[in-house]
């Protein structure tokens, strides 16, 4: 039994980043070196992306063969884009995760911590959900995937204020305020006809969400049910403590649902783990929990 060969969970470790983030080349350097000292029966493939979706594209050409382990070095964006690539092959043995390197890491801040080449030797690989939406709307049908959160109103618009006002602490704060300040509500109509204004509304996998609030104190991805954290059209200030109260308190127990569906009244922006999307007027909009639909580490 001592002499006795394992067999490895995945054929080879592939690992998809932007080459255009300063310090990535020495980083995916260290890694690859790190994983093929440790275990130097490994393939090591790294894959560099060359414009934006181009993840997505890399992910599902690696998830259509073979056990790959596909590692994201990046942020919740581009893991976004990776989960996505795999969701697209229709059947797979690739198992995702991410290393951090963006300017948003939620999902692996919010995630077990272990450490990666004694997770790729041990193979044991867990399930966790994603949040699949569906639009529908005018220009046909649109599905995509998030693995940590999905925001409409307030968040999406920080993210933008963010982007647009800097990176650090202190100039994102100040751009959450000037957001807090511009913002107008938005209005959603229910399956039975019923209307309702909201300033806010988040629907998330995770805890942890716009880098600095938390949302929820249930932190359990595959449970086969998501957080739904709202906030209804009301003063400024009742947004700007709420948004301290996530910074500093969290926001407490949401409630939690398995699906959420409305049409929008007008356009709004809405934010898919961190990466922004545009949503038209009269679009029919259906978030569900995809059960254990992502296999990870």
């Not at 959420?260 to 038209?280: K, L, M, S």
Request: glycine residues 10%; charged residues 20%; proline residues 4%.
């Amino acid at each position: 039994m001592g002499n006795e060969t394992l067999t490895p969970r995945f054929d080879r470790v592939v690992l998809i980043f932007n080459p255009a983030r300063a310090g990535m080349a020495a980083r995916i350097g260290d890694l690859k070196h790190e994983l093929l000292t440790a275990l130097p029966d490994l393939t090591v493939e790294a894959q560099a992306t060359g414009f934006a979706g181009h993840a997505r594209d890399l992910a599902r050409e690696a998830a259509v063969g073979g056990s790959p382990l596909i590692i994201s070095v990046s942020g919740d964006g581009g893991y976004n884009e990776v989960v996505n690539g795999v969701m697209d092959a229709s059947s797979t043995r690739a198992v995702c995760t991410v290393l951090p390197a963006g300017n948003a890491n939620d999902h692996f801040r919010s995630m077990p911590v272990r450490q990666l080449t004694e997770a790729i030797r041990e193979g044991s690989v867990r399930r966790m959900d994603l949040l699949r939406i569906t639009l529908r709307g005018e220009k046909g049908q649109q599905v995509q995937y998030a693995h940590s959160y999905i925001g409409f109103g307030l968040t999406p618009l920080m993210a933008i204020g963010i982007e647009k006002g800097g990176k650090g602490k202190i100039l994102e704060l100040l751009s959450v305020a000037r957001t807090l300040s511009s913002l107008k509500p938005f209005e959603l109509e229910r399956a039975d006809g019923a209307t309702a204004q909201f300033d806010s509304l988040v629907l998330a996998n995770i805890s942890r969400m716009a880098k600095y609030g938390t949302v929820s104190e249930k932190n359990n991805p595959n449970d086969g049910q998501f957080e739904v954290v709202t906030l209804p059209h009301s003063g400024r200030w009742k947004m700007a403590l709420m948004t301290l109260r996530a910074v500093t308190l969290g926001l407490g127990r949401q409630p939690s649902v398995s699906s959420y569906a409305f049409t929008t009244r007008n356009a709004i922006p809405c934010q898919i783990d961190g990466e922004v999307v545009h949503v038209p007027a009269n679009t029919h909009v259906l978030v569900e929990s995809a059960k254990h639909a992502l296999t990870t580490i």
